[in-house]
């Protein structure tokens, strides 16, 4: 039985050993007391602790947490009562300051969050603050992190949440917003009548533009085809001339060629063509020619007119 005794103290040793061995988790922060004073701050890890003389006083997490402060009434610069309530983002970066810098560090720091917001909307008219959340929001989150360091708890955001002006407030509001949509509607409707009345009137400019071309176009184009026309007229009639000059013919057929072109001009009208010194002369000389040789004279001779009878002066005298 000698042997029961030192089983057991080693068993509670390994039992108080095992009792004294702590695992930090990751992002954990343990403060740890010797006699009641601090002497530590464990990391995530393992440790070891001395039974009976230390503790554990605090294990802070050092994730981004949230604060959802209650709806805090505020007065603006106009004197308009409204209440807001706002959240703020924040984590915990030194353990021992949390531990040992507030009592009640997170109580503090809604407080903290009701007072500073209280002083930036008293600055702020009615309209400033509802249109003006942003620098709201920045000015509580550079304050709020100023106060807070020596508490060891970093504020990284604090965004408004509501912003409940009064009853009567909420009304007017809300008839002005519709007083402004209706006047945005009159104004979209007298614009969009006035853009219909431009583009019907920009339709008909360039249809009219478009027939004008349409006329002009074909102006042109049947212009084109008489000009055509009598280019072709003339080559065909300077063609002719040319074979003529290339068949030798004499200045007599170029006479009559000339004389067929004067027909073709009067066109059966009356109308006076003036005809030339050199073609007058040339045509007595073809009369003289046809007259002399005979050539050309389509003309019957005119019969012999009959011979008289001849009278008898011995007989036919009367006494």
Not at 85 to 106: C, E, M, N, R
Not at 120 to 140: A, M, P
Not at 287 to 310: I, M, N, Q, W
């Amino acid at each position: 039985m000698e042997w029961i005794l030192p089983v057991i103290i080693i068993v509670a040793v390994l039992i108080l050993v095992f009792r004294n061995i702590v695992i930090v988790p990751q992002a954990t922060q343990y403060v740890v007391e010797r006699l009641g004073k601090y002497n530590r701050t464990w990391g995530a890890g393992l440790h070891m602790k001395v039974p009976f003389i230390e503790r554990i006083s605090k294990k802070m997490t050092l994730k981004e947490q949230v604060l959802d402060t209650p709806p805090q009434p505020v007065i603006t610069k106009d004197n308009v009562t409204m209440q807001i309530d706002s959240i703020i983002y924040y984590h915990i970066f030194d353990a021992t300051l949390f531990a040992y810098g507030a009592v009640d560090p997170i109580f503090a720091l809604g407080n903290l969050s009701a007072t500073t917001l209280r002083n930036i909307i008293g600055e702020l008219s009615l309209d400033e603050t509802l249109t003006s959340r942003d620098t709201i929001n920045g000015k509580l989150t550079v304050t709020l992190d100023d106060a807070t360091d020596r508490w060891g708890i970093k504020v990284t955001r604090v965004e408004l949440k509501n912003i409940m002006p009064p009853a009567e407030i909420r009304a007017s509001m809300e008839k002005e917003m519709k007083a402004e949509r209706d006047r945005r509607q009159t104004v979209l409707e007298a614009e969009g009548h006035k853009q219909a009345v431009i583009t019907r009137a920009e339709g008909e400019r360039q249809a009219m533009v478009l027939a004008a071309e349409g006329e002009r176009d074909a102006k042109i184009a049947r212009a084109e085809g008489e000009a055509k026309a009598i280019y072709l007229a003339k080559k065909a009639e300077a063609d002719g001339l040319k074979a003529l000059k290339e068949a030798c013919a004499d200045a007599a057929v170029l006479e009559l060629k000339r004389y067929e072109a004067l027909i073709k001009m009067a066109d059966g009208h009356a109308a006076k063509i003036v005809i030339p010194t050199d073609a007058v002369q040339l045509t007595k000389q073809n009369v003289l020619f046809s007259e002399t040789t005979g050539l050309g004279d389509v003309t019957e001779p005119a019969p012999e007119a009959p011979e008289a009878d001849k009278v008898d002066v011995c007989c036919d005298t009367k006494y």
